[in-house]
């Protein structure tokens, strides 16, 4: 972990905050969801490269981007040089040299923000996205969706349920909630749960963990990253059965506890659709935090 940096060039990765940035950037994004004016420089050029889809994160950032003024830049990967060959490298290189100052990147490859940064190319990185590797933008909405709701993170505990291995959410939501004095504990296929999961926190089975948590963060199961064996095997209503929120485990829950998803949800795996707009659930208000988050995020990496 670095100092606590009052600037960032790049915004990658969970390792780049710690307790204290994460608090100020939650302060920023309550300021602006309650209608902060923002002070970015004009103008401040922005591209959205999305190597993967989404739903989310992609327009998310383009509103915070366009409610911050910047200018956004069209990008599509599929119409671009990229289909050409050209590397990820020199399409960042061309953006800086037309003045792009600051590319939003998803890509499926973990880590693709390393050689980058090492580049050393003139315009600022914001990682929407790598592979099963960081979602720093998700892990700071996520952030303050539950502070917002309980005011701190001290003596909160917090399930992560699912897809555990395949989760970006889940390796950079885990790094900040333990920082942050909250407890974690993990469920779902046990297999799912490999050694670097159990530094921050136990493996409980589901219908034991549901009565304990805070906070009930659910995750998708991604059908696109399991190994061939994992797919076949894969089945949905057996999966909903032993390791979803059904009716009945909501009823087990904790007073004042919530359900959280950074979505899209499988309606009917990682829990009945019926629960994706139950009173408990914060889905769509984590959507809503991450379009302040993310605001506040943009300004951190592009005020000078
Ligand atoms: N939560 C999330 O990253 O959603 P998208 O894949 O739709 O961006």
């Not at 739903?55 to 911050?68: I, N, P, Q, W």
């Not at 046990?190 to 963990?209: I, K, N, S």
């Not at 984590?286 to 300004?299: D, H, I, K, P, Y």
Request: hydrophobic share 40%; aromatic share 8%; with cysteine.
């Amino acid at each position: 972990m670095q100092q606590t940096p009052t600037k960032l060039d790049h915004f990658v990765s969970a390792d780049q905050v710690d307790p204290s940035l994460a608090m100020r950037l939650i302060a920023r994004a309550a300021a602006f969801k309650a209608g902060a004016t923002p002070t970015l420089p004009q103008p401040t050029y922005v591209a959205n490269l999305f190597f993967e889809n989404s739903t989310r994160t992609h327009t998310s950032f383009e509103m915070a981007e366009r409610k911050l003024g910047m200018t956004v830049l069209p990008f599509e990967p599929k119409t671009s040089s990229v289909t050409k060959g050209e590397t990820l490298s020199d399409t960042l290189r061309t953006l800086a040299a037309i003045g792009t100052q600051v590319a939003v990147i998803r890509h499926p490859q973990d880590d693709y923000y390393t050689p980058l940064i090492a580049e050393d190319i003139p315009l600022h990185l914001v990682n929407a996205g790598d592979g099963a590797g960081q979602h720093p933008s998700q892990m700071m909405l996520d952030l303050m969706t539950i502070y917002e709701e309980f005011g701190h993170f001290d003596g909160l505990t917090v399930g992560i349920v699912g897809d555990l291995t395949h989760s970006r959410v889940a390796h950079s939501d885990m790094q900040l909630l333990t920082a942050l004095g909250a407890t974690v504990v993990f469920s779902g296929p046990q297999t799912w749960y490999t050694p670097e999961f159990e530094a921050y926190g136990a493996y409980v089975p589901l219908d034991d963990l549901i009565p304990q948590v805070d906070v009930l963060m659910l995750l998708r199961v991604q059908l696109e990253r399991l190994s061939p064996a994992e797919l076949t095997e894969f089945d949905a209503a057996s999966y909903h059965d032993r390791f979803g929120l059904t009716a009945a485990r909501y009823a087990q829950m904790k007073p004042g506890a919530i359900i959280m998803h950074p979505a899209p949800a499988n309606r009917d795996v990682e829990l009945a659709g019926s629960l994706v707009t139950a009173p408990r659930s914060r889905i769509f208000t984590q959507m809503t935090n991450g379009v302040f988050m993310r605001m506040a995020m943009l300004e951190l990496v592009c005020t000078p």
